[in-house]
């Protein structure tokens, strides 16, 4: 149902810690299951103005795209600054068992949550068998 699609992630957050600044956006963390008949999608994203996230589909890839602006008014003296400020992305191939024209987003907590429909020619289903007594009333 997913493809992990960012593997120099780890790269970039060990040289964001050595060299103190990120040379791509940000990538948020995640977590993705399936439940029932849903595709279950959770992005941490604290701090983030809902405004701010972008989200889009195209050929079964979404994007996503938050901002964390710097919370200090112009020209004020930080003390500290370890939250990350900036844009966050993260793109994720969607296999075609999935119904993207009905994705259900909602924010909470700091938490972005997509639901995505497994879509209806994917869902497991009853076949069923017909007997030898079917066939030859079918052919006579």
Known sequence: MLMRTDPFREFDRLAQQVLGSAT????????AYRS???????????????????????????????????PAPEGAEMIAAERPTGTFTRQLFLGDTLDTERVDASYDAGVLTLRIPVAEAAKPRRIQITGGSDRKQLSG
Do not use: K, Q, S
Request: hydrophobic residues 40%; without cysteine; charged residues 35%.
């Open 24 to 31: 791509r956006p940000t990538a948020m963390a995640m977590d």
């Open 36 to 70: 029932g008949d849903d595709f279950i999608v959770h992005f941490d994203l604290p701090g983030i103005d809902p405004e701010t996230i972008e989200l889009d589909i195209e050929r079964n890839v979404l994007n996503v795209r938050a901002e964390r602006r710097n």
